[in-house]
């Protein structure tokens, strides 16, 4: 199982971004997925969760409105697309599937929001 994030960077408030997960090794079209974040000195939080037919569940309140999960089955791909960031929305963001009992993260990708 491989899982490769991209599109992180640097924005001004109010701006936007999208990320995407790469996912490889295991059938994509039939596992929910999630993103998460960490921020410094700050524990890793769940940011939202997809599931295996393209449903958003459980997005954390402080980005409802704003943050959006979808995927793409046909290409194995999963991606947050953030609008109008805040400051305290620069973590490292990572995803995440659950597949036969293990969990597997990708890499992470640094979103910095700052002026």
């Known amino acids: 199982v491989q899982l490769v994030e991209s599109g992180g960077g640097w924005v001004h408030p109010g701006g936007s971004l999208r990320l995407s997960c790469a996912a490889s090794?295991?059938?994509?079209?039939?596992?929910?997925m999630t993103w998460h974040r960490q921020a410094p000195g700050k524990e890793r939080e769940l940011v939202g969760r997809i599931t295996s037919e393209g449903d958003m569940r459980d997005i954390l309140d402080s980005v409802k409105g704003r943050f959006t999960i979808s995927r793409d089955n046909a290409k194995n791909m999963m991606y947050l697309q953030m609008n109008s960031l805040k400051p305290e929305d620069t973590a490292v963001y990572y995803c995440?599937?659950?597949?036969?009992?293990?969990?597997?993260w990708g890499q992470g990708t640094q979103v910095t929001v700052s002026s």
């Open positions: 090794g295991f059938p994509f079209s039939t596992y929910a």
């Open positions: 995440k599937v659950a597949y036969r009992l293990k969990t597997y």
